[in-house]
T-cell receptor
């Protein structure tokens, strides 16, 4: 059974800092890994999707890396802003056919203080 | 593209009533849709996988008679919470998997905005 762990559970930083969020998964047989952002009481916003054959993806101030063999991914946020405050979720796609499944971590609650 | 909508966005109901939540893919065909539940400060937990024209596949521990799923068309799946109780209060999110031209399924899910259910 795939398990996804995110560390830290919560993080508070001053504005402007660079920060790293960590995600690990137990079964390395994944199709891809995706990072989401969730604002309080809202749905999910997809940030980055990394295919299993890729090592990293970048979008603006965000960079996500994937080390499939070790079961790890990191989300790097550069020059953090108060608007980045949200919960960040990591999810992995596993399985095939009818067993295709997306497994989520519990998330990292990020607070960026002005 | 790949927009998924949910209706209603929030609902409050009395204990014992049934509530239906709709999930629609607006600009693509979704042969497979997924229903998730999220309790406060918890992550999303997959409840069931819904395939168009067939019975849904429920995850272990999810009562199929309580959470009725109907995927009657390529753009609509519904989740009905029957005889809702306060412990069913949660945030319900659906997602859809895109069917590409030729029938292949794209390995990404697109999420709806969620439905907040409060059972009094």
């Amino acid at each position: 059974k795939q398990e996804v762990t995110q560390i830290p559970a919560a993080l508070s930083v001053p504005e402007g800092e660079n920060l790293v969020l960590n995600c690990s998964f137990t079964d390395s047989a994944i199709y891809n890994l995706q990072w989401f952002r969730q604002d309080p009481g809202k749905g999910l916003t997809s940030l980055l999707l990394i295919q299993s054959s890729q090592r990293e993806q970048t979008s603006g101030r965000l960079n996500a890396s994937l080390d499939k063999s070790s079961g790890r991914s990191t989300l790097y946020i550069a020059a953090s802003q108060p608007g980045d405050s949200a919960t960040y979720l990591c999810a992995v796609f596993t399985g095939g056919g009818s067993n295709y499944k997306l497994t989520f971590g519990k998330g990292t609650l990020l607070t960026v203080n002005p | 593209g790949a927009v998924v909508s949910q209706h209603p966005s929030w609902v409050i109901c009395k204990s014992g009533t049934s509530v239906k939540i709709e999930c629609r893919s607006l600009d693509f065909q979704a042969t497979t849709m997924f229903w998730y539940r999220q309790f406060p400060k918890q992550s999303l937990m997959l409840m069931a996988t819904s395939n168009e024209g067939s019975k849904a596949t429920y995850e272990q521990g999810v009562e199929k008679d309580k959470f009725l799923i109907n995927h009657a068309s390529l753009t609509l799946s519904t989740l009905t919470v029957t005889s809702a109780h306060p412990e069913d209060s949660s945030f319900y999110i659906c997602s859809a998997r895109v069917r590409l031209a030729g029938g292949a399924l794209y390995n990404e899910q697109f999420f709806g905005p969620g439905t907040r259910l409060t059972v009094l």
